[in-house]
């Protein structure tokens, strides 16, 4: 039984989500035959942080709610604290996410529980950003870094990267991020796949503050991707946004738009004020300024170019061989365009290519096909 959820744990800890949901099926199935309260507790509050990381947030709620009310065990009630004061942020209700988190690390800090800690502290410091107080959210990963060093923890540590950045840019300190940046990279080395995509995003972001617009984009391309994989929804979200934000500065208002349309689904899907006041922000600007759906929309660019070897016939393999990436990225490029034009198979998509090609407006085909 412990085996289960340690195994499960971990595995979320890592962002590893597919493999904990089996440990957790298999685990929270053999607690209810032997009646093990404990360990089914805390495994159902790692199955409601899941659920929030993945974009099931009313299922997160009604789990982690379940889970307070039976008070099973302190871990699994500080656990389940933590994924509802996530979606909670998530939706703009600061005051119930901070007393949430307030209350969790007021019963882990006394015992130096860095699992328990961390995660609450990016917690408070990603609802000090959606309170507006980038000062406060930027303490917070201060905070996060020194308990995490000299313990030697990394995975919890990674979500607090992009939130340090993006406070410190908020306050108009660039050379603060950078700071933040070199102090943790090397706490990160060695962890290449996990810490890629919170690196590349930050990279994104510190760019596009520089201006540099070229190499901003790209490092938003990849942390997208790497976002998708990793099934955080709340990342990868406001990654297009930050996208979005780059191709803005640079003047390239129709790019930015398709970005914008799908971060506002995914608003309104989640219902996140956050995200869909700033989406509305955005795309206020883009059309501002003439902005206008390019002819692929609803995908990227890249993501059409993809679409357009699909098109041809082409393998995975082979698209990854035209475009110098990797199969890995290819896949998820096809992942993504399937989900965005609400199909099942290549043929699909190959059929809408020739479709924008012959009239050059996708939305001409988006509605049979969906």
């Excluded at 035959?33 to 404990?38: G, I, P």
């Excluded at 209700?93 to 800090?109: M, Q, W």
């Excluded at 609450?120 to 609802?127: I, R």
């Amino acid at each position: 039984m412990t085996n289960y959820r340690v195994t499960a744990d971990v595995a979320a800890r890592l962002m590893e989500y597919p493999r904990s949901r089996v440990g957790l099926a298999e685990g929270l199935r053999y607690a209810d035959a032997v009646e093990q309260s404990y360990c089914r507790h805390v495994m159902s509050a790692t199955s409601a942080l899941i659920d929030w990381a993945s974009g099931d947030w009313d299922d997160a709620v009604r789990t982690a709610e379940l889970e307070l009310v039976q008070h099973g065990s302190r871990r699994g009630t500080i656990g389940s604290r933590a994924a509802i004061a996530f979606v909670m942020l998530g939706r703009g209700d600061v005051e119930r996410a901070r007393a949430l988190l307030d209350a969790s690390l007021a019963i882990s800090r006394p015992g130096g529980e860095i699992d328990l800690i961390l995660p609450a502290l990016w917690g408070q410091a990603e609802t000090a950003l959606v309170d507006g107080d980038a000062a406060r959210a930027l303490d917070h990963c201060w905070e996060a870094v020194e308990l995490a060093q000299p313990t030697g923890e990394r995975a919890l540590l990674v979500p607090f990267v992009v939130t340090a950045v993006r406070s410190a840019l908020i306050g108009r300190r660039p050379e603060v991020a950078e700071k933040w940046l070199e102090r943790v990279r090397p706490l990160l080395d060695g962890w290449p796949e996990l810490a890629r995509p919170v690196l590349d995003h930050a990279t994104g972001l510190l760019r596009t503050a520089s201006g540099a617009t070229v190499a901003a984009r790209s490092a938003l391309e990849s942390a997208i991707v790497g976002w998708d994989a990793r099934g955080r929804i709340w990342e990868a979200t406001w990654a297009r946004l930050d996208l979005a934000a780059a191709f803005e500065r640079a003047n390239r208002h129709g790019d930015a738009l398709p970005l914008l349309e799908a971060a506002l689904a995914t608003a309104r899907q989640l219902q996140s004020l956050p995200i869909l006041r700033r989406a509305e922000e955005l795309r206020r600007t883009a059309r501002a300024h003439g902005g206008s759906v390019e002819p692929w929309a609803p995908l990227t660019s890249r993501e059409f170019e993809v679409a357009r070897k699909i098109a041809e016939g082409m393998t995975n393999t082979q698209i990854a061989a035209e475009l110098f990436v990797s199969p890995k990225t290819v896949s998820a490029h096809v992942e993504h365009i399937l989900a965005k034009l609400g199909v099942a198979r290549r043929t699909e998509v190959a059929t809408w290519v020739a479709a924008v090609a012959r009239v050059g407006d996708p939305q001409a085909v988006l509605g049979p096909l969906r």
